[in-house]
């Protein structure tokens, strides 16, 4: 199995958001949820898509992709499943440290299991989110529904929460893909040449595909007022996932090519998202020759409905109407790299048992601990946010730390 090149070298921009290590007394894995049941659905989709202008008919749309599953979506079984994995990693190292799961979404909520942590004595908490990349979705919008709990709850000042940076590029999230699409690409090389194919990388197509997002979002992702930084594609967003894709395609196969591409867009037609859709993309490819496809979920750390519906259900079928061969890759899920990872990032930010070596795949991390003012703005309003500098919320007026040396 190839490895590929892991960083340890500080990066001197995003250096000036850490946070020096901390005693926590527990972590909070916090997720998107999802519903259980029938019955769950259009509770669940009102909680989501609350104040956020939504159409109805996207709404219907969406129900029918968790109805054939019986209304039952993948992602809190995973997030269960994960939970103890970390648990158990923890207790193999001897870490004594609580792990306890809230969602923005659906039960159990963030806001009761904040209190609850208060009421079990907890001060002190570190926030792991299952969104590993910037924008504001995947940030600021946990950042906030943070905020908004302890603000609700009377907790803030009493309850300290911090937030374990974004680590898209983290060696612990990099692996899975890697062996996934290394194992996706003999698959489809496989195929091709049992269908006759003499040369069948020429043939081949890898797939990066992670949600979509209103351009007006990717371009605030990672946004710095006071230290504006250029991103391809003009978006930190589409940046990080391109670096990522780059840094797997070079060890797994770097002559065959690859895209970034987009899946589950919603919101009004008129509104800009980031293209291509997966799905425009496989039609426009087909007629250049391509007859295999290696689709990398490559924004999703755990198989959910955008997974099962928009890639195993949707783009499949998409890639079987226009005969090409096609393989979706695993998520991380509970991949041991991947577990030993997010313990790792847990590691970065406690005092006992710290690991001061942030290791990076590409050159954009390690990303900020803390992040800068209108980072992933909400341009619905400003809510109360933790993990910013000048936030009032969260850990108690967190400066933006500056390393000794810099201006
Ligand atoms: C960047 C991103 C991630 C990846 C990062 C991460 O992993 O968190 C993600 C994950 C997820 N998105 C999910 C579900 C939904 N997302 C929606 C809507 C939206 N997502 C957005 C962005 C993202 N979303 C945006 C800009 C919208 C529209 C505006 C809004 O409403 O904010 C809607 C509303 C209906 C619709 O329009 O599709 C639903 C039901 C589930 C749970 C799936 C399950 O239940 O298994 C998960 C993990
Ligand atoms: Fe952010």
């Known amino acids: 199995m190839s490895t590929f090149p892991i960083s340890t070298e500080p990066n001197q921009v995003t250096e000036r958001g850490r946070l020096e290590p901390k005693n926590y007394d527990a972590v909070l894995l916090a997720s998107f949820g999802g519903p259980e049941g029938q019955e769950d659905v259009i509770p669940f989709l009102r909680n989501v898509t609350r104040g956020r202008g939504i159409p109805d008919e996207r709404l219907e749309e969406v129900s029918h992709h968790y109805r054939a599953f019986g209304g039952i979506s993948p992602i809190n079984q995973q997030n269960r499943e994960l939970k103890a994995a970390i648990e158990g990693e923890l207790a193999r190292r001897g870490i ?125 992702a990672g946004r710095s007022v006071d230290e504006p930084r250029e991103f391809a594609e003009g978006s930190a967003y589409a940046a990080q996932h391109l670096a990522n894709a780059k840094a797997i395609m070079d060890q797994v196969a770097p002559d065959v090519a690859w895209d970034l591409v987009y899946q589950s867009r919603s919101g009004a037609p008129h509104i800009p998202w980031l293209e291509p859709d997966i799905n425009d993309h496989l039609e426009a490819i087909a007629p250049e020759g391509v007859r295999g496809v290696v689709i990398v979920p490559l924004g999703f750390v755990s198989d959910h409905m955008e997974v099962a519906w ?98």
């Not at 695993?330 to 990872?341: D, N, R």
């Not at 109360?384 to 040396?405: L, Q, W």
């Open 96 to 220: 004594e440290l609580p792990v306890l799961w809230g969602n923005r979404n659906w039960d159990p909520y963030i806001a009761p299991v904040l209190q609850d942590a208060y009421d079990a004595g907890h001060r002190r908490i570190l926030m792991l989110t299952t969104s590993i990349y910037s924008c504001y979705s995947s940030c600021r919008q946990y950042r906030e529904d943070i905020g908004i709990a302890l603000t609700e709850t009377g907790l803030d000042g009493k309850l300290e929460v911090d937030k374990i940076r974004q680590y898209f590029d983290h060696p612990g999230v990099v692996q899975p893909f890697l062996e996934g699409t290394a194992a996706g690409l003999e698959e489809i090389r496989g195929k091709l040449v049992a269908a006759g194919e003499t040369d069948p990388d020429s043939k081949i197509r890898v797939l990066f595909a992670t949600h979509s997002i209103p351009t007006r979002d990717a371009e605030a």
């Open 310 to 407: 928009d890639l195993d259900t949707e783009a499949l079928e998409t890639c079987g109407n226009l005969g090409i061969e096609a393989t979706r890759v695993p998520t991380p899920g509970t991949h041991a790299a991947f577990v030993s990872g997010l313990v790792d990032l847990i590691c970065e930010r406690t005092v006992e048992n710290n690991i001061s070596e942030r290791p990076h795949v590409t050159d954009l991390g390690p990303w900020y601990d803390v992040c800068r003012p209108n980072c992933c703005e909400n341009f619905r309003g400003a809510k109360p946010v933790i993990a910013e500098k000048g936030a009032t919320v969260g850990s108690g007026h967190d400066p933006y730390p500056v390393p000794e040396g810099s201006k």
